[in-house]
Nanobody, 125 residues
Framework: QVQQVESGGGSVQAGGSLRLSCEAS????????MGWFRQAQGKEREGVAF??????????YYADSVKGRFTISEDNVKNTVYLQMNSLKPEDTAMYYC????????????????WGQGTQVTVSS
């Protein structure tokens, strides 16, 4: 069964940090583009970051709103993808989802189609 389970969400004050985890099963994360998305209440889901294969290695891509604050990474032994979130802002408050794309390279935000259940992040001012 292919699935991913997110964890690590919570409530923090502005300026704080959280690390989200996405444990995958049924497939190998390094064989897919893996991404983090978020959806704030009343807003559309937006891409936050993804990791993909390029020229034999893994590269990362970030939305402008989180560039320099968030870091996506993966642990191939644990088959887990992480999102380290630093300098959190109230506008980062959202449900965060992990997702996989059907291939490992040349991915765009629209390619992700296998979603987890999400983990809530709340940042207070």
């Amino acid at each position: 069964q292919v699935q991913q389970v997110e964890s690590g969400g919570g409530s923090v004050q502005a300026g704080g940090s959280l690390r989200l985890s996405c444990e995958a099963s049924g497939y190998t994360v390094s064989s897919h583009c893996m991404g983090w998305f978020r959806q704030a209440q009343g807003k559309e889901r937006e891409g936050v970051a993804f990791i993909y294969t390029y020229v034999g290695g893994r590269q990362t891509y970030y939305a402008d709103s989180v560039k320099g604050r968030f870091t996506i990474s993966e642990d191939n032994v644990k088959n887990t993808v992480y999102l380290q979130m630093n300098s959190l802002k109230p506008e980062d408050t959202a449900m965060y989802y992990c997702a996989a794309a059907p291939r490992s390279w040349h991915c765009s935000w629209q390619d992700f189609n296998d979603w987890g259940q999400g983990t809530q992040v709340t940042v207070s001012s």
